[in-house]
């Protein structure tokens, strides 16, 4: 039986196979796994915001796009993951309210998505598989055996990716 690892807000973790690694309750926040092809090491992060730079309490980097993933991809090569078989998926990035006014401030789940994007391009992640934006929460399960990231979301039912 593989073991289940649960990933809070903010939060990282990562695996070797065949560790599961699930978030709860994604929402505007977005939940990024990283996968080894070769090795089936495994790490997922679960961002709150898409800068580090904006924000003055910046010390916890899993809160954040831009260092989160960085730091993830650091903890998953030195458990051995090779850096050219990494590849990504991504979901999350809901906007959980309708706002009356269009500020981009209020649109905290595309600017997550926005972000997280850049940075594995940057970091030259191939981005394979994603489910973000709409306006629903959900949870994920990432399981190392075989790659697959399951998607769980109330009302809208299961799907792989």
Same mark, same amino acid.
């Not at 003055?56 to 030195?78: C, M, P, R, W, Y």
């Not at 458990?79 to 706002?99: D, E, L, P, V, Y």
């Given at each position: 039986?593989?073991?289940?690892?649960? !990933?809070?807000?903010?939060? #990282?973790?990562?695996?070797?196979?065949?560790?599961?690694?699930?978030?709860?309750?994604?929402? #505007?926040?977005?939940? $990024?796994?990283?996968?080894?092809? #070769?090795?089936?090491?495994?790490?997922? !992060?679960?961002?709150?915001?898409?800068?580090?730079? @904006? $924000?003055?309490?910046? !010390?916890? @980097?899993?809160?954040?796009?831009?260092?989160?993933?960085?730091?993830?991809?650091?903890?998953?090569?030195?458990?051995? *993951?090779?850096?050219?078989? $990494?590849?990504?998926?991504?979901?999350?990035?809901?906007?959980?309210?309708?706002?009356?006014?269009?500020?981009?401030?209020?649109?905290?789940?595309?600017?997550?998505?926005?972000?997280?994007?850049?940075?594995?391009? @940057?970091?030259?992640?191939?981005?394979? *598989?994603?489910?973000?934006?709409?306006?629903?929460?959900?949870?994920?399960?990432?399981? #190392?055996?075989?790659?697959?990231?399951?998607?769980?979301?109330?009302?809208?039912?299961?799907? @792989?990716?």
């Amino acid at each position: 039986m593989a073991e289940i690892i649960k !990933v809070g807000m903010a939060d #990282s973790n990562t695996t070797y196979s065949p560790g599961v690694l699930t978030t709860l309750g994604l929402g #505007s926040c977005v939940g $990024i796994c990283l996968y080894d092809t #070769s090795t089936k090491i495994s790490g997922l !992060v679960h961002i709150m915001l898409p800068d580090s730079k @904006q $924000i003055k309490n910046n !010390v916890n @980097q899993s809160k954040f796009a831009d260092t989160g993933i960085i730091k993830l991809l650091e903890d998953i090569i030195k458990m051995g *993951a090779k850096r050219s078989k $990494i590849t990504s998926k991504i979901a999350g990035g809901s906007q959980m309210f309708n706002f009356n006014d269009s500020s981009d401030i209020m649109r905290i789940g595309l600017r997550n998505v926005a972000a997280t994007k850049d940075i594995l391009k @940057q970091l030259n992640i191939p981005l394979i *598989a994603e489910d973000t934006g709409g306006n629903y929460g959900r949870t994920i399960e990432l399981y #190392s055996e075989t790659g697959i990231l399951l998607i769980k979301t109330i009302g809208r039912g299961t799907k @792989q990716i």
